[in-house]
Each structure stands twice: as C-alpha cells, then as structure tokens.
C-alpha cells in the first residue's frame, strides 16, 4: 500500500533552472494537494486540485505551475528557479467522501535546494 | 480568510501530560483536525473534533470549544518518541477541501 508518493526525493537546482516534481497516489482520491514548509513554520499551500483536470491557486502560488492530468498523478513545475523556493515540498490527497472529516495524506516530501 | 494560534513550542518529561492549545478564527467551522510530523518525517493525521467535547484515541486526546473558537491535543503519558512538531488545523470554508494549517508546536519530550 504505497499511499502518497513523491519523486524524486532531494533534488539540487541551480538559479534558473527548471524542473517537475511528480505526486502520484494510489486512494483514489479526487483531492490532491502541493504544500511548502520552510524551517520552524507550518505548511503553506501553493495549488491544488479537486478532480482530474481542474487546478487552482494555493497561498503561495507565485513561481509555481502544476497540472492533473490524469486523477492519480498531480505535478508540480518550477519554471525558473530561484533561491526562495529552496524548501521541503509536501504532496496530499484527501477523499472527498465523508466530508470534512476526511484527512489528508501526505507523501514523504521533496528536499529542494535551489542555489 | 482563517488564522490559527499555537505556542511555538512546548516542553515535558517522560510520563508527563502535555496540552496544546489551538486558537482560530474563520468566517466558517467545518471542524478542527490535528497533525503530527516527526522531524524529517510527513505530517500524519491524528484526530478531528467537528462537535464540542473530548475526543479520546489512546494517549492521545483532542478538545474541542465551538464558542471559544479553541481546542487542545492532550498527549498523555509522554514518551520520548511523541518528541515531534503537532499541528492544528480547519477548513477554509470558501473551499472546504482546503485545509489552513497552524504554525505548529514543537514537543520536547526529555528523560
């Protein structure tokens, strides 16, 4: 039962660069969430999605792109690097059945460093 | 929009109890949920109180006061493994699938 999973797990960038960090679960689940969590402070979303196909803006959405294409998968673009979004970036997905009681559950994290 | 407020960090022995206080303000409540995350580790669900009262799940309890918009994760019985950050959450209510997280409660748990 493989839950939430995140590739890759570190990553090392330099200023400017692009990449894609990927989220895929195995729930079912029509939620699916991007956070950031920078040291000694709590989790700031930066997209989301409530189904397959449909994104939209988080708290800290600036700098960030994502897409769901498929319902299982939800992916996370920086488009060009840069230092402030050296973080730990955590991937969710809820069920919406059962309203709001239902947790999240988060993958193990993505270490992104951005020189 | 939502604001929590929780002590930043919080400090007890082995075997001791320990509270963590959770206050919010929101233009809606859809329920109060709280979160533990060990250090390099994901954050993990831990209990929800949608209605007034206690929830009890083992160690841990979860309080919840929908007129004083504030809550509480008692954590019973300390033991050096409960040593993690613990947060609070609620529903933004314009988008309930959408959690606002708390800042967290760092818990050090000594010997």
């Known amino acids: 039962n493989a839950g939430v999973t995140q590739t890759p797990k570190f990553r090392v960038l330099k200023t400017g660069q692009s990449m894609t960090l990927l989220c895929a679960q195995d729930?079912?689940?029509?939620?699916m969430y991007w956070y950031r969590q920078d040291p000694g402070m709590g989790l700031r979303l930066i997209h989301y999605?409530?189904?397959?196909?449909?994104?939209a803006k988080g708290e800290v959405p600036d700098g960030y792109n994502v897409s769901r294409l498929k319902k299982q998968n939800f992916l996370l673009g920086l488009e060009s690097a840069a230092p402030s979004q050296t973080s730990v970036y955590f991937c969710?997905?809820?069920?919406?059945?059962?309203?709001?009681?239902?947790?999240?559950?988060f993958g193990d994290g993505t270490r992104l460093s951005i020189l | 929009g939502q604001s929590l407020e929780q002590p930043s960090e919080v400090t007890a022995v082995e075997g001791a109890i320990v509270q963590i206080n959770c206050t919010y303000q929101?233009?809606?409540?859809?329920?109060l949920s709280w979160y533990q995350q060990h250090d390099g580790g994901a954050p993990t669900f831990l209990s929800y109180?949608?209605?007034?009262g206690l929830e009890e799940t083992g160690r841990f309890s979860s309080f919840l006061s929908r007129s004083d918009s504030y809550g509480y994760l008692l954590l019973q019985e300390l033991q050096m493994k409960d040593s993690a950050s613990y947060f609070c959450?609620?529903?933004?209510?314009?988008?309930?699938?959408?959690?606002?997280f708390g800042a967290g409660t760092q818990v050090v748990v000594t010997p």
């Open positions: 929101t233009s809606g409540f859809y329920g």
């Open positions: 109180n949608a209605l007034d």
């Open positions: 729930m079912n689940h029509e939620y």
């Open positions: 999605s409530v189904g397959e196909g449909t994104t």
């Open positions: 969710a997905s809820s069920s919406i059945a059962g309203g709001a009681s239902q947790p999240q559950h």
């Open positions: 959450a609620v529903r933004d209510p314009d988008s309930w699938g959408k959690l606002q």
